[in-house]
Each structure stands twice: as C-alpha cells, then as structure tokens.
C-alpha cells in the first residue's frame, strides 16, 4: 500500500521568504508524484506533477518539485512567496498510468503574513 | 483547466435518511471518477473508483451498501450516503479523470452533517 507523510503541518512565513515543503512516499514500485493546492473557500487545484523524465519539475505561479527516488521525497520549494500562496499544500501520489485514485499526505496549512 | 461541480455543496439530514450527492463534469468527458471522504483536519482519503457502465470499486473498509455509487454517463456520477448516521458526518469530494489524461480535476466538495 502507498502512503505519504508531509512533514510540517503548519507553516508561517513572511512575504519574499522561500519555501519548501517537505513530501515522503512509502510505495515499492513506480509512482506518479502531484502536488495540490487548497486556497481557502476553493476547490484543490494541481500544482505540478511527476512521471517520468527530469526529476525537477516546474509547476505553476513559480512553484517546482524535485523527485529524489532515493530519498522517496517530492518536496515542494518557491523561491520567493507571496501572500496569495496562502493556503493548504496536499502532496499526493498514485500508481500505474495515472488513472488510479490518490493516496494524500495531511497537507500542510501555508499562512503568508505581509 | 476543466471544471467539475457538485451539488449541493451543503447538507443536513436526519440520522436513518438517505442523501445524494452529484458530480458533474461541465467540460469534458471523464473516463474515471473519483470519490473522497476528508475528515476535520485531515487528509482527503479514497472510497471507490467508478468507471462509465461499469460496477464501482470501493477502497477497504468503505461500505459498498451505505455508500452507493452511480456513474451514470460520461459527465455525471452520483453518490448516495444510505441511512446515514452522524458519523458519516464529512466533507465528500469528487474528482475526475478526463478521457486521455493522467489528472484528476476535484469538484468544490460537499460538507455532509447528520443529525
């Protein structure tokens, strides 16, 4: 079975700061990595995804992921964020072609103060 | 991206009444959808994969008797929460995969309460 931890549950950050989010999977075969984003009162958004190829992936609004396979991590990181990345962080993964459901981490609750 | 809707977003209901709960894909086609049950301050968990025509597949430990699923076309799939009880108190979210592609777009969710 998959399962995913992210490690930091809250994060409190200034305007400018960088960010990273740590992301660990437990599955013994290949996966396929996403992240998500939850801005409040809307539905989950994707981020950016990994399937294959160059493990540094570039999302949108200036986030990237990078997949280290022998770390099992997909950590999240902007170098520069903004009060609009206010939001819950869902790192997720799945299996196969990417047509199976999502095994979710906890998310992480990202406040960004001005 | 594509949108997904669902309907309603809100509900009450008495413990022993049954609740349906829509999932709409407004632009697109989905193979595959997905239900989600997320609980206060915790991550969103899998309860079945439904395919067009075909039987959901519900995850372990999900009931398939109190949680029916419906995937009645291509653009609508239907959960219905049978004599429910407060426990099944939740935030219930749905996602699609549309025909072709490996993401899943999520619906906006729908906050169940059972009194």
């Known amino acids: 079975a998959q399962s995913v931890s992210q490690h930091n549950h809250h994060v409190i950050l200034s305007e400018a700061a960088s960010l990273e989010l740590g992301c660990n999977y437990s599955y013994g075969g290949t996966v396929n990595l996403f992240w998500y984003v939850q801005y409040p009162g809307q539905h989950l958004q994707l981020l950016l995804k990994?399937?294959?190829?160059?493990?540094l992936v570039k999302g949108i609004k200036g986030f990237e992921a990078e997949f280290i396979k022998s770390k099992f991590s997909f950590n999240l990181r902007k170098p520069s964020v903004q009060w609009s990345d206010t939001a819950e962080y869902f790192c997720a993964v799945n299996s196969g072609g990417g047509a199976d459901g999502l095994t979710f981490g906890k998310g992480t609750h990202l406040i960004i103060q001005p | 991206g594509a949108v997904v809707s669902q309907h309603p977003s809100r509900v009450i209901c008495k413990s022993g009444t049954s609740v349906k709960i829509e999932c709409r894909s407004l632009d697109f086609q989905a193979t595959t959808m997905f239900w989600y049950r997320q609980f206060p301050k915790q991550s969103l968990m899998l309860m079945a994969t439904s395919n067009e025509g075909s039987k959901a597949t519900y995850e372990q430990g999900v009931e398939k008797d109190k949680f029916l699923i419906n995937h009645a076309s291509l653009t609508l799939s239907t959960l219905t929460v049978t004599s429910a009880h407060p426990e099944d108190s939740s935030f219930y979210i749905c996602s699609e995969l549309p025909r072709g592609t490996d993401t899943q777009y999520f619906g906006p969710g729908t906050r169940l309460t059972v009194l």
């Open positions: 990994y399937f294959s190829g160059d493990p």
